[in-house]
């Protein structure tokens, strides 16, 4: 027993500050955990599997296919490990990752616009007719 009174004079209670008390925030449950990585998993197979077996013809299928399963796996990382929602910190987490993708967007679409114009206006263009060397 003294060594709980001790534990506790230090503002050490026996919630040690975990459990959705307020606006604190809420540690995700084993569960969450395990359908997290469960889900994790799932979404880097299928990518895999269609890559390494050539299963679509058309490689546009396959891409399109593997940035979709990234795109929802950054999602399940979101929710079951960053543990992101509307809710917590008074919506504060939403509001950082609209900047986020705000900026993602920006970011990689002028990176496209640079290389696609880079490509066309710098590159010396290919004809068949070695002749002129």
Known sequence: MAGHAH????????DHGHG???????????????????LSVVLTAIPFALVMTNAFADTRITAA??????????????????HMNTKSENGWTLMALIFTVILVVIVLAGSLWVMYHMNVNMMPQMSGDMSAM
Do not use: K, N, W
């Open 20 to 38: 959705g008390h307020g606006d604190a925030p809420s540690h995700g449950s084993r569960r969450e955990y395990v359908i997290g990585f469960l």
């Open 7 to 14: 534990h506790d004079a230090h503002g050490h209670g026996a």
């Open 65 to 82: 296919i593997v940035t979709l399963c990234a795109v929802v796996q950054i999602v399940v990382h979101m929710i079951y490990f960053l």
